[in-house]
């Protein structure tokens, strides 16, 4: 079974705070996907990033990083100076390799304050 | 590139009365799509996948008879809601993935559907 993990329900932090979201995951899949999306108070999902199981690469885009480790099963998602418009619900989620499903963590909120 | 629409947005109806949500692919044909069910301040929670042409595969605990789903085409799935209650007003959300089968292939969300049954 597939489980993913946000401890962290809701954030606050105050703008051009540095802010890191914790997702740890659980599969027996070898090959795997995980993936980040953003839910702002519109409702729709963004789709931040997809790294797969083989890539251990950290991966930086603007204010955005993403620290992958297979060996503690955590992809963190760290925010870079962050502003109000961050302010969000973010989900970590799972794919397996053999399984086309997603599986959701139960988010985290995230309110960045002026 | 690959755009998921829902129609419609936003849904008020009364107790006892049916309502049909469309997911569609507006630039691309979507082999696979999902049906997701969120509640305020929850996580997404798998309703059912469905395949073109084929019946939906629903998730332990989802009552087939009461959530339809029909995907008769590689860009259109319908989700109808069936003698709607109270405890069925949620935010509902489908997605689509080109290939059906491979674990990473990406689902573009479609931006949801509120909906209220009072």
């Known amino acids: 079974a597939q489980k993913v993990t946000q401890a962290q329900t809701e954030i606050s932090v105050v703008e051009k705070e540095d802010v890191t979201l914790d997702c740890v995951y659980e599969?027996?899949?070898?090959?795997?996907?995980l993936f980040w999306y953003k839910q702002p108070p519109s409702g729709e999902l963004v789709f931040l990033i997809r790294?797969?199981?083989?890539?251990?690469q950290n991966e930086i885009s603007g204010r955005y990083s993403w620290n992958f480790q297979k060996s503690t099963s955590s992809f963190n998602f760290t925010i870079t100076a962050s502003q109000v418009v961050d302010s969000a619900v973010y989900f970590c989620?799972?794919?397996?390799?053999?399984?086309?499903?997603?599986?959701f963590g139960k988010g985290t909120l995230l309110t960045v304050n002026p | 590139g690959a755009v998921v629409s829902q129609h419609p947005s936003r849904v008020i109806c009364k107790s006892g009365t049916s309502v049909k949500i469309e997911c569609r692919s507006l630039?691309?044909?979507?082999?696979?799509m999902f049906w997701y069910r969120q509640f305020p301040k929850q996580s997404l929670m798998l309703m059912a996948t469905?395949?073109?042409?084929?019946?939906?595969?629903?998730e332990q605990g989802v009552e087939k008879d009461k959530f339809l789903i029909n995907h008769a085409s590689l860009t259109l799935s319908t989700l109808t809601v069936t003698s709607a209650h109270p405890e069925d007003s949620s935010f509902y959300i489908c997605?689509?993935?080109?290939?059906?089968?491979?674990?990473?292939?990406?689902?573009?969300f479609g931006p949801g559907t509120r909906l209220t049954v009072l």
């Open positions: 997605s689509a993935s080109r290939t059906s089968g491979v674990g990473g292939n990406e689902q573009f």
């Open positions: 599969t027996r899949d070898t090959t795997y996907y």
């Open positions: 790294r797969n199981s083989f890539d251990e």
């Open positions: 989620a799972l794919s397996g390799g053999s399984n086309y499903k997603l599986t």
């Open positions: 630039d691309f044909q979507a082999t696979t």
């Open positions: 469905s395949n073109e042409g084929s019946k939906a595969t629903y």
